[in-house]
């Protein structure tokens, strides 16, 4: 089994090491000294447990308590002799963990970025920053392999897995290196329930992360539930976790969340690059793209139901739900804004995309037009049409 090294103790962190540990890959994890609280008892047994429906329809289930080779604040010693590198961090926290891994980089090194949320392409910029020259394949999804949550903090945490990814998209930056990647991932136990799917170009995986299409209009067009919440009477109850998909997602909400998909479907297009293709059902129904992702392809569960008993989502005792969550701190500044900035490279209107950005800026009071990912963040601000689609594809750059 291949030496993995997981970077980033969050909940996705822990549940790709747990399930890489159980099937038997010797794992180690990695986080910033300033988040190490948490890591407290987890360094001391290394151990954590799989609980959890880990509902999808390949029937993979694998549960039990892995056992990790090392859990450290140093990461060299998290990246020495790894052969898979897995990264699961919010995008905002790229720049710091790239910074710090470079320079400990081996030739041969597998770095797997979940979802990718533009990593690969901050991860090759950087390294033409720090003249690494290291050989390395780097590369990206457009979703995580489950959805999980750390609901034990304990001497043996826990963590909760409500469901197993069987379908997500791929590439690598740039997608010459593709193949060599997806032979990779073939022998990395968190992926054993997926059927890959190639994508084109790892702006192919920023388009089909799905989360910027589902998350962004339920958040935004909700705000004022979402506001009152277990705050006032008859609306929701301080016991119960606002869920998007269970209070937010309606036939209403579903028709701006396939518009914002078909801007994207637009863009894509002008790019020359590929976005897999919704078929526009799949928009209206409760679990909406998140349901055909564990469920398999035409998945869909009606409006006029609520969430299936097949998934049991687990969400934190006193946990609430807020617009400062990731579904916009990430998800606006990052996704949206993105999309948005690639649409002015090869002039795509955007009006849908445009609003969402305005009414969170509106209600976050910060600027999301300004702040966060832009092309010359990403390293392709310099490059027209011809030159972009050159590096994505063949690693060219100017």
Request: proline share 3%.
């Amino acid at each position: 089994m291949k030496k993995v090294a997981v970077l980033g103790a969050g909940n996705s962190g822990r549940a790709l090491a747990a399930d890489a540990a159980i099937a038997g890959h010797p794992v180690r994890l990695f986080e910033f000294s300033d988040y190490a609280e948490s890591l407290e008892a987890l360094k001391e047994t290394r151990k954590i447990k799989i609980v959890g429906t880990q509902t999808n329809s390949k029937k993979l289930y694998r549960d039990g308590i892995g056992t990790l080779e090392l859990v450290t604040t140093d990461i060299s010693e998290a990246m020495n002799g790894a052969e898979i590198i897995a990264i699961s961090v919010q995008a905002l926290g790229y720049e710091r963990l790239f910074r710090a891994m470079i320079p400990f980089l081996e030739d041969g090194q597998i770095i797997t970025i979940y979802p990718d949320n533009y990593g690969s392409l901050i991860f090759r910029r950087i390294m033409r920053e720090m003249d690494c020259r290291k050989k390395v394949i780097v590369g990206g999804w457009s979703s995580l392999p489950y959805g999980a949550r750390v609901i034990d903090y304990g001497e043996i945490n826990v963590v909760s897995f409500s469901y197993r990814a069987v379908n997500l998209r791929g590439d690598t930056l740039p997608s010459c290196d593709r193949q060599k990647f997806m032979a990779a991932m073939k022998e990395f136990a968190p992926m054993d329930s997926v059927t890959v799917i190639e994508g084109d170009t790892v702006l192919d995986i920023g388009f089909c992360n799905v989360n910027p299409i589902l998350h962004v209009p339920a958040v935004i067009l909700n705000t004022g539930a979402i506001d009152n919440w277990g705050k006032i009477e008859h609306v929701g109850s301080k016991d119960v976790y606002y869920c998007i998909y269970r209070h937010g997602f309606s036939e209403n909400i579903s028709k701006v969340q396939y518009a914002l998909y078909k801007e994207e479907v637009s863009i894509a297009k002008a790019l020359g690059v590929g976005i897999e293709d919704f078929p526009k059902k799949i928009f209206f129904s409760r679990l909406s793209l998140l349901g055909q992702e564990f469920m398999g392809e035409g998945y869909v569960t009606p409006l006029d139901e609520n969430m299936p008993e097949i998934i049991k989502m687990v969400y934190n005792n006193n946990e609430r739900f807020t617009l400062k969550s990731r579904y916009i701190t990430e998800d606006i500044p990052v996704g949206c804004k993105i999309y948005r900035e690639l649409a002015n490279l090869c002039g795509v209107s955007t009006p849908i995309i445009d609003s969402m950005i305005l009414l969170a800026s509106t209600m976050n009071e910060e600027n999301y037009f300004e702040k966060g990912f832009d092309l010359a963040y990403l390293g392709l601000s310099h490059l027209n049409k011809i030159e972009l689609l050159e590096y994505l594809r063949k690693g060219t750059i100017k």
